[in-house]
Every structure is written in C-alpha cells, then in structure tokens.
C-alpha cells in the first residue's frame, strides 16, 4: 500500500456527461500527478499540481480539469465525457513538486458508454 | 523532447531463463530513469532507480549513457515476475516534473 487512495474505484458513465475523481495523497506530499492509463496510448501523464497550485501540464484535454484542495487532495474533472475517455485513471504524490520519487494510487476505471 | 521507447510489447520466457526487458531513452538533460511495475492492472509500483543501483526481487538495470539504454535484466526469472514492466524517465524543470513512461513490455514467465 502507498498510502496514496483514490475514489471511485470504478465509474461507468454515459457520453457526455460529467464524472470528478478523487485522489488523497500520502500525508506529508505536497505535490500531485494524475496520469491517464490506456489501451492505446499507454500510460499519458496529464497535469501537476504543488501545494494547491498547477505546476506542470501534459497531455491533458481541455475537456478535463483539475484541482488541489487546502488539504492537498485533488479533484481530477473530465466533462462532455467520450467513448475514448475510457481509461485507467492513477493519481501519484511525491514530497516535493520536484522530487522523483511518485507514489501511486489503484487508480480508477473509467468506462465510458 | 524526451521520449521513451521499450521496442518489445510481450516477453515470453520460461521459469529459471535469464530475461532482459529493453527501454532506450532520448533527452538532452541528464536522465533520471526508473523501472515501474505493475501487476495485473493494479497500481505502478516502483521497482528500480538508476541512482540507487539495487537489486529489487533480483532485478537489475545498468544505464548505459553512450547507447542511452536502461535495461532490466533478471538471471533467473521467476512465475510471480510475471506483470507490465514500465520503464520511465523524469525530467524536472522549473516549470514541474513528470514521468515519462515508455510504453510497456508485458513479461509472462511460464512454468
């Protein structure tokens, strides 16, 4: 267990509706990653974000969005949601916005219908 | 840009056989590279850092600047081996960090 939790474990969902995921890092990590996990493009890192703040962009949609709470959880948001949406979804901390090593979560499967 | 490549998608070797799992890297910074399971669709775990040179369950990676290459090496692989192996690079800059994962090389171990 890395101490890292993620919820829902899964979610299967409708085309274009609207679905948040939640990630609870490690306590003592201040820095969030999600990374979007799929059949074709693998594993895709997404977005950072530092002590509530975005520090890093990826692949991420402009459909999606995410946000880092005072309680440095965060909220990952993906609207007008597509059958490509359909993904593993992990969230990791790290302590520090630079440090290398990433604690992953189990994720969250998304099936979009 | 940095990129990660693992040119086999499926391993298939026997129980006792040595394996090599290849990944092969492009960045013009100094690399940090990683190992990065993940056992039936579960979370990544991290296996290996380049920095730290161990041994993790027997496993090992040397990297390689001159062919920019980190294998994983196994002598003798295991059935419980058996997962999605992720090699992946991290780049730190001002404007944040990331994992760069290749694209992953699934290792079946058969009896």
């Known amino acids: 267990d890395s101490g890292v939790t993620q919820t829902p474990k899964h979610l299967i969902t409708a085309t274009g509706q609207r679905v948040t995921l939640r990630c609870s890092p490690r306590?003592?990590?201040?820095?969030v990653y999600w990374y979007q996990q799929s059949l074709d493009q693998g594993l895709q890192f997404l977005i950072q974000?530092?002590?509530?703040?975005?520090?890093a962009k990826g692949n991420i949609l402009e459909r999606f969005s995410a946000q880092q709470f005072p309680d440095l959880h965060s909220e990952l948001n993906l609207s007008s949601l597509e059958l490509g949406d359909s993904a593993l979804y992990f969230c990791a901390s790290s302590v520090l916005a630079g440090n290398n090593e990433q604690f992953f979560g189990p994720g969250t499967r998304l099936t979009v219908l | 840009a940095q990129r990660v490549t693992q040119p086999e998608k499926l391993l298939s070797v026997f129980k006792g056989a040595p394996v090599e799992l290849k990944c092969n890297y492009s960045?013009?910074?100094?690399?940090?590279l990683f190992w990065y399971v993940q056992y039936s669709r579960q979370r990544l775990q991290l296996l290996l850092r380049h920095i730290s040179r161990e041994s993790i369950k027997g496993f090992t990676a040397d990297l390689n600047k001159g062919e920019t290459s980190f294998h994983l090496k196994k002598p003798f692989a295991q059935e419980e081996d058996s997962a999605m192996y992720y090699c992946a690079l991290f780049r730190f800059e001002t404007s944040g960090s990331r994992l760069t994962f290749g694209e992953g090389t699934q290792l079946t171990v058969n009896p």
């Open positions: 974000y530092y002590n509530g703040e975005e520090r």
């Open positions: 960045y013009s910074g100094s690399p940090e």
């Open positions: 306590s003592g990590d201040l820095s």
